[in-house]
């Protein structure tokens, strides 16, 4: 059973096009995090979610835009995509703020050509 | 605000050796987090261990080992008898209290270790 699973976990697209990614997570934690990790591997937080509300929405285009249908998914949708978006994106869960549990997924590769 | 230094960007050893892979943090709380993180090829990050600032007693798990010093400011970790398995990015993280970082994590730049056959 996989704790944090992402979908897909390779998307290639082009640019301009709308695109998504899903996480769901089995471990019944109340807070969910988006991460970007660039091309030199460096992992920054985009966003935050618990128990369904935002509550981190760090320096991010609102070409982004993350959706938490309930505690357990969290989406996250792009717009009018762009090369500089390509990276890879991964989702995570934790059980509060003190990063009992912080569990990761396995990692979306996002290609915008 | 916080910060993370991995300043290994890359450490490449032989196989059974001993290696150390330095992390030093800032933050003006005294109640934080401290992380390690593998990445390993395949892309996946996994979790290593988990450190609160109040608990600075050393850590032993198998060939892992961790050294907590406050007044250094660093999270230290060390692979002994290194294996080929062990190849991959480490990041240390830190994430400040719950109530002003809502359990963001902030990253190092990663250190890429090789261990060689």
């Known amino acids: 059973d996989t704790a944090v699973s992402q979908t897909p976990k390779y998307l290639v697209t082009q640019m301009g096009n709308d695109k998504s990614i899903k996480c769901e997570q089995n471990?019944?934690?109340?807070?969910m995090y988006w991460y970007k990790q660039d091309s030199k591997k460096f992992l920054k937080i985009m966003f935050s979610y618990n128990n369904k509300e935002l509550i981190i929405n760090e320096t991010v285009p609102n070409r982004f835009s993350p959706k938490s249908p309930d505690k357990a998914h969290l989406n996250l949708h792009i717009n009018s995509l762009e090369l500089g978006d390509s990276a890879v994106y991964f989702c995570?869960?934790?059980?509060?703020?003190?990063?009992?549990?912080?569990?990761f997924g396995s990692g979306t590769r996002l290609t915008v050509v | 605000a916080q910060k993370v230094t991995q300043a290994q960007t890359e450490i490449s050893v032989v196989e059974k050796e001993d290696v150390t892979l330095d992390c030093v943090y800032e933050t003006r709380d005294t109640t934080y987090y401290l992380f390690w993180y593998k990445q390993p090829p395949s892309g996946e990050l996994v979790f290593l261990i988990r450190r609160n600032s109040f608990d600075e007693q050393n850590e032993i798990s198998g060939r892992y080992s961790w050294n907590f010093q406050k007044s250094t400011s660093s999270f230290n970790f060390t692979i002994t008898a290194s294996q080929v398995v062990d190849s991959a990015v480490y990041f240390c993280a830190l994430s400040e209290p719950p109530g002003t970082s809502y359990g963001k994590l902030t990253f190092g730049q990663g250190t890429i270790l090789t261990v060689h056959p």
């Open positions: 995570a869960s934790s059980q509060g703020f003190e990063g009992y549990g912080y569990t």
């Open positions: 471990l019944g934690h109340d807070t």
